[in-house]
């Protein structure tokens, strides 16, 4: 069955310092895969993307994730955290061919100033 | 307004109530898509529309919810006899290009059961 884990449910970093979000799927093809994250008082926003080609894709807010097919895993990095990133971070895959995203249970960010 | 608005934005009703929640898209948006996040969860796939129509149902947990799109815009999802285990923040979103997975989130509409 087609899934998707983040391992970490929180994780606290200090301001300045860097950040890795694990997410690792489980699905028969490799499937289109996003970062959306998830504000207090906002809607989900799209961080990033990947569809194919370059493994290291750049995102928004200074975010950029790593595809690694022999890991199943995309997990996100940011070199530098800011108090604003705080916020919860979901990885979803979306098999091609279908308009369902998968959501996995998300990893609440919080810094520390 | 530029973004998807979603109504109301909380809701508490008694078990047993019929419930509507509303969803304005951005602006040209074809594809609409209602997902579900309960607590502690990320957010469910419900449905999906493309222009008026259902392109994908199959997120619906059962027969007592259904969602409208009658003029290709605003879009309803309508929830029957509402049980406490209904109880979660309802996400609609809209996209211009649905195959690309990229979606606008609105706010959500929180929905307690009581």
């Known amino acids: 069955a087609q899934s998707v884990t983040q391992p970490d449910i929180h994780i606290t970093v200090s301001e300045g310092a860097s950040l890795e979000l694990r997410c690792n799927y489980s699905?028969?093809?490799?499937?289109?895969l996003f970062w959306y994250v998830q504000s207090p008082g906002q809607g989900l926003q799209l961080l990033l993307k990947?569809?194919?080609?370059?493994?290291l894709v750049q995102g928004i807010k200074g975010f950029e994730a790593e595809f690694k097919r022999s890991q199943s895993s995309f997990n996100l990095r940011k070199p530098s955290v800011h108090w604003s990133d705080a916020a919860e971070y979901f990885c979803?895959?979306?098999?091609?061919?279908?308009?369902?995203?998968?959501f996995g249970k998300g990893t609440k960010l919080s810094v520390i100033p | 307004g530029a973004g998807v608005s979603q109504t109301p934005s909380n809701k508490v009703t008694e078990k047993g109530k019929y419930v509507e929640l509303r969803c304005d898209p951005i602006?040209?948006?074809?594809?609409l898509y209602w997902y579900r996040q309960s607590l502690g969860q990320g957010p469910e796939f419900l449905i999906y529309?493309?222009?008026?129509?259902?392109?994908?149902d199959s997120g619906l947990p059962n027969d007592r919810f259904f969602a409208v799109r009658p003029e290709g815009s605003v879009s309803t999802l309508k929830i029957q006899r509402t049980e406490r285990g209904d109880s979660a923040v309802y996400l609609c979103?809209?996209?211009?290009?649905?195959?690309?997975?990229?979606?606008?989130f609105g706010e959500g509409s929180r929905l307690t059961v009581l």
């Open positions: 979103a809209s996209s211009l290009t649905p195959s690309t997975g990229e979606l606008f």
């Open positions: 699905y028969g093809a490799t499937p289109y």
């Open positions: 990947y569809f194919s080609g370059d493994t």
């Open positions: 979803a895959p979306k098999e091609a061919g279908s308009y369902q995203l998968t």
């Open positions: 602006s040209g948006h074809t594809a």
């Open positions: 529309f493309q222009g008026t129509g259902a392109a994908d």
